[in-house]
DNA sequence: AAATACAGGACGAGATCCAA
DNA sequence: TTGGATCTCGTCCTGTATTT
């Protein structure tokens, strides 16, 4: 080996051997090396290709791994951003509702519109203004109220103007259909458990007192007739006791009912005490009490003519007299508040007439007037 | 002069308390 | 447990002040 690596040097270089023989003659040794140094050339080269092609092709496999990896990742944190968006969504929800939730057990919950005195952002208040959630439970509240109202005011057109001629009973399939089925009209506002409740023991704890009655004729009506397809008070009464009316909006409502019911019944039951003739019917007792609440009355020392309420107040503080029960109506009386406002009226046209006639007038002949005034009045 | 905002009173409905 | 008395709260209406 160490002779051919000096032949190599040699045949390349044209070095001469240290001994300093000669080196021609040599020719077909030269072409041999040559082509063997070609070839370990060629073979170099072969490898340094394949070397350069896997290189490349590692660093293809490199770049594309790397892009999947971008892209996974990119993939990844937007689900991330789009959960925590989402979280945030829910979190807010959920701050309302509990806003809600503890502001209807306070009651404090339209103090959520006053921002200066709560631990509430500007933001925060900006959010529950325009918050869905709460928009759409006002929304379904004064829905449900319209609701009622409508409804009281068809059972009350029904009844007034029966299509039929027919005889209504307690027991009616309608007033029946009602209880199980048209739970969101006539007996809105209870709970699903209140049906089973029903169901199970027949005790319609769900009934509710028609709210859109103005007249005593109609208060009568309801209690002993009963509304169009519904059962009438006194039958309940009878029947349930006071178990029907166990919701104490109800026990509230009927008391200030009964008030009128209870008056109509006594002037029926004791006339002369009202100075009515003896054996007065009950649909005249009623036109009594309808003409007292109409204008038959000195409600604040004026003849009104009184809502149902302002009659229950008449009636329980005494006020009435005996001769404000009468079979004809005295007077038409006006609505409390039209009189209040005329007298309001009266009372600033007094005083600036007094303060642009006698600019000049002093102090206790001016209070000396007034007081006259008020003496006629 | 008309439109708008605001304050205050009247009222109704329901809750609560209390005596029977 | 019930009914009556009273209180509270929200809504509606009206009058007044302010703005356009």
């Known amino acids: 080996m160490p002779n051919d690596i000096h032949e190599y040097r040699r045949d390349t270089f044209g070095i ?14 030269n072409e041999l090396d040559q082509a063997s140094f070609q070839a370990l050339v060629l073979d170099q080269i ?29 993939r990844r944190l937007d689900n991330g951003f789009r959960e925590v968006e989402k ?11 509990f806003k809600e939730i503890v502001g209807i057990m306070t009651g404090d919950r339209v103090q959520f519109l006053d921002h200066s005195s709560e631990n509430v952002t500007s933001e925060e208040a900006q959010a529950i203004s325009s918050s869905q959630l709460l928009a ?20 009350l057109e029904r009844d007034e103007c029966p299509s039929t001629l ?24 209870h709970e699903p458990d209140q049906d089973l409740e029903y169901s199970n023991s027949h005790i319609p704890t769900n009934y509710r007192l028609n709210r859109a009655i103005h007249t005593v004729t109609d208060v009568a009506r309801e209690y002993f007739e009963g509304l169009r397809g ?52 009950r649909k005249q007792a009623i036109r009594v009490v309808e003409n007292v609440r109409l204008g038959n009355n000195s409600f604040y020392g004026h003849s009104t003519r009184m809502t149902l309420n302002q009659l229950y107040i008449y009636l329980t503080k005494k006020m009435d007299k005996t001769e404000d029960y009468n079979l004809t109506l005295k007077e038409h009386g006006k609505p409390r508040r039209d009189l ?38």
């Open 230 to 281: 519904q059962p009438s008070v006194m039958y309940l009464e009878r029947r349930y006791g006071t178990h029907w009316r166990s919701k104490p909006s109800e026990r509230t409502f009927f008391a200030k009912r009964m008030q009128i019911i209870n008056k109509i019944n006594d002037i029926k039951e004791n006339p002369e005490r009202y100075g009515m003739p003896p054996g007065i019917s």
């Open 136 to 155: 759409e439970n006002f929304a379904n509240h004064r829905r449900r109220q319209f609701n009622d109202y409508i409804h009281d005011r068809r059972v």
């Open 46 to 74: 072969t490898r340094i290709q394949e070397q350069n092609e896997l290189i490349k092709t590692r660093v293809i496999q490199l770049e594309k791994e790397q892009e999947d990896f971008y892209l996974s990742t990119s």
């Open 16 to 29: 001469q051997r240290n001994d300093g023989e000669d080196v021609e003659c040599r020719e077909p040794i």
């Open 87 to 97: 979280c945030t969504k829910e979190m807010s929800s959920i701050k309302e509702v």
């Open 166 to 189: 027919e005889v209504k009973r307690e027991e009616d399939a309608a007033w029946r259909q009602d209880c199980t089925t048209s739970q969101q009209s006539s007996f809105q506002g």
């Open 340 to 377: 209040l406002s005329r007298e309001r009226l009266k009372d600033s046209n007094n005083t600036s007439a007094t303060q642009t006639t006698e600019p000049g007038i002093d102090e206790r002949s001016r209070a000396g007037e007034t007081n006259h005034g008020e003496s006629n009045s």
